[in-house]
């Protein structure tokens, strides 16, 4: 090797050194918390709302609007507060060059649960700064390590629940590859222990309260025999703790075939999966639904929990004048989940009717995303007198 590139490849090592020490504090950290938060013994619930960029200020705000409307009494009664939190759009996040701005990040930790809107992430190409994703740095900052997205199509057969891990696997140190030589291109994948543990724990703790009969392991543990190996094995070793529920395992590719196998898929019920490959399937998965614009998602930790659309910051409805007419569906199932997840299950499952009854049966309004549908706003409306007619 040549001078140059035995200086590379120090220099590499030593970043790598660096990385992987950041990452064992964390495998070390994260085994210090040990309950989940008890939301109803707390005497009062916060609330954060943070709309992100693009559409995401319109649609936070109306599932704000939504919320505020079903927990009027406990707003009232000083058992919910709500807190609106600025700051993640892409234009501070820039000017800070960083992620998630500290006085923005300190704000989010006074909160209990967020209901967060999309935020825009810089890609290669688009001349914006190299920084995170705002999504990748509140998961790993508020230690929310599992991403749990529900996919239910009743007529075919789908009874889907994924439990993605959150903050490890191929994004845990994401931004943090190197370019070692002009040929020479290196990323990182992540697993602990703990981290393969109480994903899998949480999945299985699920199946069993949600009489789910099946936990389906996804990996690539054949090729990437490391990383996804240890994810493989822990969580076959957490399922024969419950000796009631059956445990399978697939490689990501053979399973995101077996998703459109009509004879096949109604076998799903409960995923647990690796970072990566949650992103993509549970993609895959809501196109089943009917589009990343139907489902929510919950990131949920031990202490903090986050809830959010899945699709993204949509920034040519903002440039072509378009914003007013968002679709809120996706947030407003984010907010379903929040509801049921900090012990409010009689209005998520009233919210979660009368979304139905809105997006799939009556119909009486649509959002096109143009003047041709309704505005969010309107859609909102809609929701909240359908919620008043099924009491």
């Known amino acids: 090797m040549t001078e140059l590139e035995n200086k590379a490849l120090d220099e590499a090592v030593a970043k790598f050194r660096g990385l992987m020490e950041t990452q064992l504090e964390r495998a070390k950290r994260i085994k210090q918390e040990k309950e989940f938060t008890d939301y109803q013994s707390l005497d009062k619930i916060i609330i954060g709302i943070c709309g992100g960029d693009g559409i995401g200020p319109i649609i936070t705000k109306e599932s704000q609007r939504v919320l505020e409307f079903l927990l009027k009494d406990e707003v009232a009664g000083g058992k919910v507060e709500f807190k609106v939190i600025d700051g993640l759009t892409i234009e501070n996040r820039i000017a800070h060059l960083k992620a998630i701005p500290d006085d923005v990040l300190e704000e989010l930790k006074s909160c209990h649960v967020i209901l967060k809107g999309p935020t825009t992430t810089p890609h290669q190409g688009d001349g914006m700064p190299n920084i995170e994703s705002a999504n990748v740095a509140m998961r790993k900052a508020l230690d929310l390590f599992a991403n749990m997205r529900p996919v239910k199509v009743p007529e075919e057969g789908i009874d889907w629940t994924f439990f993605r891990e959150n903050t490890e696997g191929g994004y845990a140190v994401g931004s943090y590859g190197v370019n070692i030589t002009d040929d020479l291109a290196v990323d990182f994948t992540v697993a602990t222990e703990e981290g393969c543990e109480r994903i899998a724990r949480l999945a299985y703790e699920y199946a069993r309260k949600n009489k789910k009969e099946k936990v389906s392991i996804i990996t690539k543990a054949n090729i990437i025999k490391t990383t996804d190996g240890k994810f493989l094995n822990i969580a076959k070793k957490v399922g024969e703790e419950y000796p009631e529920i059956v445990t399978d395992d697939w490689f990501i590719d053979i399973t ?7 004879a096949r898929r109604k076998d799903f019920k409960v995923f647990v ?15 089943f639904q009917g589009g990343v614009g139907t489902a929510g998602s919950a990131n949920i930790g031990k202490r903090y929990a986050m809830f959010e659309a899945i699709h993204g910051s949509a920034p040519r409805m903002i440039s072509e004048g378009r914003g007013q007419y968002a679709d809120p569906c996706s947030m407003l199932r984010a907010t379903v989940m929040l509801l049921s997840h900090i012990g409010y299950q009689d209005k998520a499952d009233a919210l979660e009717r009368a979304l139905d009854i809105c997006m799939f049966e009556e119909k009486k309004l649509t959002i096109t995303g143009r003047d ?3 505005t969010c706003d309107e859609f909102g409306d809609y929701v909240m007198d359908t919620i008043t007619n099924l009491k």
Do not use: V
């Open 256 to 262: 995101t075939a077996k998703l459109i196998d009509p």
């Open 273 to 287: 999966l690796p970072n990566l490959y949650g992103d993509i399937i549970t993609d895959e998965a809501a196109e």
């Open 372 to 374: 041709t549908g309704c």
